[in-house]
C-alpha cells in the first residue's frame, strides 16, 4: 500500500502558486519524499525529492515539515501545461528501488 | 539524449493470445522497471531488474506475466493468453546506478479483446 495521503483534486488560477500537500506520518528515517507528475497520455515525469531540508530545482519547491510528517509540493507560477496528476512518495535513496505509487491528486490549471 | 522508448505503442489482440512488449531503457542505466496503469487508476509495480542481480517479480500478477532483460539493455516484457483484464497502458522505466530517478518510457497501451 502507498504510505501517502494527497487530496484527490485539486485546481488553480493560472499564474498563482499551485500547493500541492501529502501526508507521510509513517515516513522512515532512511526514506525520502519524491514527487512525479504525469501528464495525460504521457509515462510519469520526475520533479523534485528531499529528505529534510527544503529543496528547490527549475520546476518547483518541496518544503517539508521538521517531523517529516508532510510535505507541500510548490508549482510557483501554474501554467496550463501543469495540469497533471501528482504523484507524492516515499522511497528509500537508491537507484535500485521500485515506486510505489498512490492515486495521486488531479490538479486542473484554470485560466 | 534519447530517453526510454517503448514499442509497440498500441497493440490489440483476441483473448488467449499471447503478447510481447519491448523497452529500450536509456544507454548506460543499469536499472529497468515495468509498471502498468490500468483504465483510470494509478501505477502498478510489476518487475524490475538492477545490473545482473536476480530481478524483483513481486509485482508480477500471476504466472502468465514474465519479462527478461537481454545483455543488460533492452527489455521484453511477455503476457501469455492474454485476459481482458490484462488491458492497460504499460510504462517502463530506467535509471542509472548514480541516481535514483526513474525516467518513463510513453507506454504501450494494451487492449485485449
Known amino acids: 500500500d502507498a504510505k501517502t495521503t494527497q487530496p484527490t483534486s485539486m485546481d488553480c488560477a493560472e499564474g498563482r502558486a499551485a500547493n500541492l500537500p501529502c501526508n507521510h506520518s509513517t515516513i522512515s528515517g532512511n526514506e525520502y519524499v519524491y514527487w512525479y507528475r504525469q501528464i495525460h497520455s504521457q509515462g510519469p515525469q520526475y520533479i523534485i525529492h528531499?529528505?529534510?531540508n527544503n529543496e528547490t530545482n527549475e520546476m518547483a519547491s518541496l518544503i517539508i515539515t521538521e517531523d517529516r510528517k508532510s510535505s507541500t509540493l510548490i508549482l510557483p507560477h501554474a501554467t496550463l501545461r501543469d495540469t497533471a496528476v501528482y504523484y507524492c512518495?516515499?522511497?528509500?535513496?537508491?537507484?535500485?528501488?521500485?515506486?510505489?505509487f498512490g492515486s495521486g491528486t488531479r490538479l486542473s490549471i484554470r485560466p | 539524449g534519447a530517453g526510454v522508448s517503448q514499442s509497440p505503442s498500441n497493440k490489440v489482440t483476441e483473448k488467449g493470445k499471447d503478447v510481447e512488449l519491448r523497452c529500450d531503457p536509456i544507454s548506460g542505466h543499469t536499472a529497468l522497471y515495468w509498471y502498468r496503469q490500468s483504465l483510470g487508476q494509478g501505477l502498478e509495480f510489476l518487475i524490475y531488474?538492477?545490473?545482473?542481480?536476480?530481478?524483483?517479480k513481486s509485482g508480477l500478477p500471476s504466472d502468465r506475466f514474465s519479462a527478461e532483460r537481454t545483455g543488460g539493455s533492452v527489455s521484453t516484457l511477455t503476457i501469455q493468453r492474454t485476459q481482458q483484464e490484462d488491458s492497460a497502458v504499460y510504462l517502463c522505466?530506467?535509471?542509472?546506478?548514480?541516481?535514483?530517478?526513474?525516467?518513463f518510457g510513453p507506454g504501450t497501451r494494451l487492449t485485449v479483446t
Open positions: 528531499g529528505l529534510k
Open positions: 512518495i516515499v522511497r528509500v535513496y537508491s537507484s535500485a528501488s521500485k515506486i510505489i
Open positions: 522505466a530506467s535509471s542509472s546506478s548514480s541516481d535514483t530517478e526513474q525516467y
Open positions: 531488474f538492477q545490473g545482473n542481480s536476480a530481478p524483483d
